[in-house]
Nanobody, 124 residues
């Protein structure tokens, strides 16, 4: 049974930082690309960042460029999203997802497995 468990969400003031983690089990983690998506209240889920199976390639949404960093530790079967300079518009539930075809996809249709999400709230 595949499980993706996010952690690290919480409340922070604008300008602050958070580091999200996604612990994976039940899949060949080192063969999957990993992605982070987010969904704000009343909005559709949107792509944030993706990292290749090796960690050598990354892809970001324009909103995340220069502020967020995605990474992974295959030995720990864990993906991370470091979020700096947070803004109130970053407030959302953040989801990690695994793409077993290992592409750097920015559309959720390519991702096979999803976590339950972790809430990030940024106050002004």
């Amino acid at each position: 049974q595949v499980q993706l468990v996010e952690s690290g969400g919480g409340s922070v003031q604008a300008g602050g930082s958070l580091r999200l983690s996604c612990a994976a089990s039940g899949l060949t983690f080192g063969s999957c690309a990993m992605g982070w998506f987010r969904q704000a209240p009343g909005k559709e889920r949107e792509f944030v960042a993706a990292v290749s199976w090796s960690g050598g390639s990354t892809r970001y949404a324009d909103s995340a460029l220069g502020r967020f960093a995605i990474s992974r530790d295959n030995a720990k079967s864990t993906a991370y999203l470091q979020m700096n300079s947070l803004k109130p518009e970053d407030t959302a539930t953040y989801y990690c997802a695994a793409d077993s075809d290992s592409g750097l996809e920015n559309s959720e249709i390519w991702y096979d497995y999803w976590g339950q999400g972790t809430l990030v709230t940024v106050s002004s």
